[in-house]
């Protein structure tokens, strides 16, 4: 069989010490792969004015399969001080890379899966009637919409005369915003569109007919944004309607869920959100199962077939200075996992989805989120495991 190229894409802070590991373990497991590392980060930002350079666009339109770290983002003002000083001045604009790639290979289907580890001493618990205690097994995996929305980039400050006198065509925006000096007014926009709505809807409708769900729950907030979330609420009840009648469709607000979630989150298994609502739920699920160090994530067009995996949490530049590196690989690992069986190489995926829980039920080696210590350089003298190691235990189970 052809070995597989991959493209790695390690970018700032702890993504390079956690997709170090991650690659470990794929080989351990008997993945054959070729790696092609790309550029993408604050380094490429900082020296060429494009955190995420062509060259990295083009090597994933070649391969279609990429593995992603983390990225740091800073506000405007410090990305453009931070450029070298012979790009200040030339009108360069700092944006995410990760949103970019998003949006230029429209990676519009996001799933965040959100599944308790038993042993693992982070997982949510509660207070039984009777005043015992009782730990439910959480299973939801989570469909965002991923290019669209208020991350869809389409916003400015003192708007153009253009953009401005199409807002005071809305009455809305005449009766609580023309008061505003035109220089003081910032504009973000949500915008929907029918086409990847029903795409990210159908993916979580054939997902939960395949797990064998009867219901989906749409997270939004469809009785106040109503165009919007009315759009995707009413997609979905359309097309459970006309396609999937054993599966019905729960409407929860993204407020009433960020409660229900920490009451009753096994009454949950399939969500779908737009972009901001989607991205919120699914950190607030991640508390339930450990946070983000267990908090994996899939992005892909199924048109084009590029596909990215990476972990939800961030750069965590701090921690990328420790001469020892102390984050928890797993969610890194586990996004490796999600690649695994995207590509249909299930058995080697399950061989590292119970090597993992085998080392997190075991309790023998536990990164510094799982002994419930503050994130400092010294907790490996207090008996938590390194990056390095946690990743040599899961190899060890294998």
Not at 18 to 41: C, N, P, S, T, W
Not at 122 to 136: D, H, K, M
Request: glycine share 8%.
């Amino acid at each position: 069989m052809t070995k597989r190229t991959i493209i790695t894409m390690p970018g700032d802070g702890i993504g390079k010490a956690v997709l170090k590991e991650a690659l470990r373990v794929l080989d351990a497991a008997g993945f054959e792969a070729e790696y092609i590392q790309a550029d993408m980060g604050w380094e490429f930002w900082c020296k060429e004015g494009n955190p995420l350079p062509d060259r990295t666009i083009e090597l994933l339109e070649q391969h279609k399969i990429g593995l992603f770290g983390a990225i740091t983002s800073k506000p405007k003002d410090k990305a453009v001080a931070e450029l070298a000083p012979e790009l200040q001045g030339k009108g360069y604009t700092y944006y995410s890379p990760i949103v970019s790639m998003r949006q230029h290979f429209n990676l519009d289907i996001c799933m965040r899966p959100c599944l308790s580890y038993k042993g693992n001493p982070l997982n949510f618990i509660r207070r039984t009637a009777g005043g015992g205690v009782e730990e439910p097994q959480i299973d939801v995996m989570i469909f965002r919409q991923n290019t669209e929305g208020l991350y869809g980039g389409v916003e400015w400050t003192n708007p153009s005369d253009q953009v401005y006198n199409a807002f005071m065509t809305h009455k809305k925006f005449v009766d609580n915003f023309a008061w505003c000096p035109r220089e003081e007014l910032a504009i973000s926009t949500r915008i929907f569109t029918k086409k990847y709505v029903t795409r990210i809807v159908k993916a979580a409708f054939e997902y939960a007919k395949n797990r064998g769900f009867s219901k989906i729950t749409v997270c939004e907030k469809p009785n106040v944004i109503r165009e919007t979330s009315g759009m995707m609420l009413k997609v979905a009840q359309e097309m459970s309607k006309s396609h999937y009648p054993d599966i019905r469709v729960e409407d929860v607000n993204i407020d009433a869920m960020t409660m229900w979630l920490t009451k009753n989150p096994e009454n949950y298994n399939v969500i779908v959100a737009g972009n901001m609502f989607g991205d919120i739920v699914s950190d607030a699920f991640a508390g339930l199962i450990g946070g983000l160090g267990f908090a994996t994530s899939a992005q892909f067009n199924p048109e084009s077939g590029v596909c990215v995996f990476e972990p939800t949490h961030g750069s965590a530049p701090k921690y990328a200075q420790y001469e020892t590196s102390i984050v928890n690989p797993i969610a890194m690992i586990s996004s490796a996992v999600m690649m695994l069986e995207h590509i249909g190489e299930t058995v080697i995926a399950e061989k590292i989805k119970n090597a993992v829980a085998k080392v997190v039920a075991d309790g023998k080696v536990r990164a510094y989120d799982m002994m419930k210590l503050k994130g400092s350089p010294d907790v490996v003298n207090q008996g938590a495991a390194s990056t390095a190691q946690m990743a040599d235990a899961i190899i060890a189970a294998l």
